[in-house]
């Protein structure tokens, strides 16, 4: 990679991380590229350069976020953290994205996800289900997930969330809740 084309990475990573935390503080609406442009310290003709419109620098900053997010996720999956710690963990990530996101921001994040964006689908269906199941290979191999209990059924209930997850009156009503539904997800009712 030449010296310009390595700026021109570095000014696009800084832009979808300035808009990334804008976005994340005050929502998507109340954030104009002029913002986002101080911020990453470019100009607003730079924004528009790389992106075209601010609806697609919305789209690109969504992949930004998930793929920052995934990576942090194939971390805490790859690490030596026995089984629980790895679910608490996830259960306290969730949670955290959830208290930092601004409501706008999370409302367009389920938005897109509800119009089938093809960029969560596929990461979905290719990254992480595959570990979602080898998640749950491996605590069933350990003792901690009954394995009567087959990884379709598991599937299709978290097949049933998600679909729920994607109807606008229901995305309204989960964040508030995100950490009960996810520890309801992995612990369920019952009390140990």
Do not use: C
């Amino acid at each position: 990679m030449d010296g310009f084309e390595r700026r021109r990475k570095v000014k696009e990573s800084n832009i979808l991380q300035g808009a990334l935390d804008l976005f994340m503080q005050f929502g998507v609406q109340k954030v104009s590229i002029a913002e986002i442009a101080k911020k990453a310290n470019v100009s607003q003709v730079t924004i528009y350069n790389y992106f075209e419109s601010k609806h697609n620098l919305t789209q690109e900053v969504l992949i930004y976020y998930l793929d920052t997010v995934w990576i942090e996720t194939e971390q805490l999956l790859d690490s030596d953290m026995d089984f629980p710690d790895k679910i608490k963990q996830l259960i306290f990530n969730k949670k955290e994205a959830a208290n930092q996101m601004n409501k706008d921001f999370y409302t367009y994040f389920i938005k897109e996800y509800a119009s089938g964006i093809t960029y969560i689908e596929e990461l979905y269906t290719k990254k992480m289900l595959p570990r979602l199941i080898k998640l749950l290979n491996e605590g069933k191999e350990k003792g901690y997930i009954d394995s009567a209990i087959s990884n379709e059924a598991i599937l299709v209930y978290i097949q049933m969330l998600k679909e729920s997850m994607q109807q606008e009156t229901m995305s309204q009503q989960i964040l508030p809740f995100a950490d009960d539904i996810t520890k309801l997800i992995f612990y369920g009712l019952i009390q140990s």
